[in-house]
């Protein structure tokens, strides 16, 4: 009987339905599998949505910059930590830099936050200056160089104007295509993005030096989270 029916529907109409009954099935099993079993893109696209609506509803709420103060390597790396969490509350997830990358980058121009530049300057990257209306201290061994390191109010200003010129400035645009395809798939390597921030220093060994720093910065960080 069901089949003498289904013969009498024009066959226009019979296509019609066989279509949409398997767009159906297909999409109703995508879902079933991306749900039950989300791919790595599917969960990039998941963190990066909550990621980004913890930050909107944190920016409200007014929280205050962090005290940076440190009286030894490991309070040093936690201090930091605790300033890029505070950057990262208004810095949208496709534009943030990894802390252990940032982290490293301040124990290795800083020593561990001892240096002048850091101490009088707040500067924790030896971020340079060539406007002279800009607070600057100038290299004890060479004070009429053209350029000064930028001073800061606080120690946290100076991340979020390493993160800001490292999202800025073209030499770095590798580095942001990079990052950017890691959080598309899901595939995070810190290391992989290193050397692209080579330019930061003249020194021809900076991105091994900066790993070796990361690597240690990743065990003490591990430790603190295992707490």
Excluded: H
Aim: glycine share 4%; hydrophobic share 40%.
């Amino acid at each position: 009987m069901a089949i003498k029916l289904w013969k009498k529907i024009p066959q226009r109409i019979r296509t019609i339905f066989l279509l949409t009954l398997f767009w159906l099935v297909t999409v109703s099993g995508a879902y079933m599998i991306g749900t039950t079993q989300p791919n790595k893109w599917v969960v990039a696209d998941i963190t990066k949505a909550v990621q980004n609506d913890v930050q909107s509803e944190w920016k409200e709420y007014g929280f205050f910059e962090p005290d940076m103060s440190y009286s030894n390597n490991t309070s040093f790396i936690k201090a930091v930590t605790k300033c890029i969490d505070y950057v990262n509350l208004t810095t949208p997830v496709e534009l943030r830099v990894p802390r252990e990358i940032i982290v490293a980058m301040a124990v290795l121009e800083t020593g561990y936050g001892s240096s002048r530049f850091a101490l009088k300057g707040n500067n924790l990257f030896g971020i340079r200056t060539w406007n002279k209306d800009e607070a600057q201290l100038k290299p004890k061994d060479n004070p009429d160089v053209e350029w000064g390191v930028k001073q800061y109010i606080t120690k946290c200003q100076s991340v979020k104007d390493m993160v800001s010129i490292i999202n800025r400035l073209p030499v770095y645009a590798d580095f942001r295509e990079a990052r950017a395809e890691q959080l598309k798939t899901g595939d995070r390597d810190v290391f992989a993005l290193v050397p692209l921030l080579s330019e930061w220093s003249t020194n021809p060994n900076y991105s091994n030096l900066i790993i070796s720093k990361v690597k240690k910065i990743q065990k003490i960080l591990a430790k603190k989270v295992s707490k």
